[in-house]
């Protein structure tokens, strides 16, 4: 039995992986923060612009205030086509980024921390394309392999599949209405 217990697991689809994940909370905060204001405590100084994370501290900071964080974790976070992002390897040692489309800039794959803005046009032309969508927003997708188009689709297909198995456990009260089939 736990022999075959273990090989379903190993040929489990990916909406099923999904379902058993769990969003981290310093992850969720990330994905509200605004980063690249300027920070507050140093203010006069050069390079003061805010465009690190620490997982530990939950809050972003520039480059001056790295040597009070330097015994936690963090990430950098950089700047693609106006949208904040985040290097693949950096993140894929904190959070499993599996299914999330990569980009390349600068010789670095990073993946896109937010839902990326849909244009006008494109949003018209929706039902016409018939290539890979992201599973959330539906946007354009570069290759099969992807599932989403940034951090924040994976962290929401995440949260819909845990509030959907919650949903399904809480309505499943008293006896089925169909009688079995004999």
Not at 1 to 21: C, F, P, W, Y
Not at 43 to 55: P, S, T, V
Not at 132 to 158: F, G, P, T
Request: proline share 3%; hydrophobic share 30%.
């Amino acid at each position: 039995m736990e022999k075959e217990a273990g090989l379903k697991r190993l040929h489990a689809s990916n909406t099923e992986k999904i379902n058993n994940a769990v969003v981290p909370k310093w992850l969720i905060v990330m994905l509200k923060t605004r980063f690249f204001n300027t920070c507050m405590a140093h203010h006069g100084f050069k390079k003061n612009e805010m465009d690190r994370f620490c997982i530990d501290c939950h809050s972003a900071f520039c480059q001056n205030c790295l040597p009070s964080h330097t015994p936690h974790k963090h990430v950098k976070i950089r700047r693609y086509i106006y949208s904040d992002v985040i290097k693949r390897q950096d993140l894929c040692k904190l959070f499993n980024c599996s299914g999330i489309q990569t980009y390349l800039t600068n010789k670095a794959k990073v993946l896109f921390l937010k839902q990326r803005n849909q244009h006008r046009q494109r949003d018209q032309q929706r039902h016409v394309f018939k290539g890979y969508r992201c599973a959330v927003c539906e946007r354009r997708l570069q290759d099969n392999n992807s599932l989403y188009c940034s951090i924040a689709c994976k962290v929401s297909a995440i949260d819909e599949g845990c509030s959907k198995r919650h949903k399904l456990k809480q309505s499943r009260k008293g006896i089925p209405l169909r009688a079995p089939m004999v």
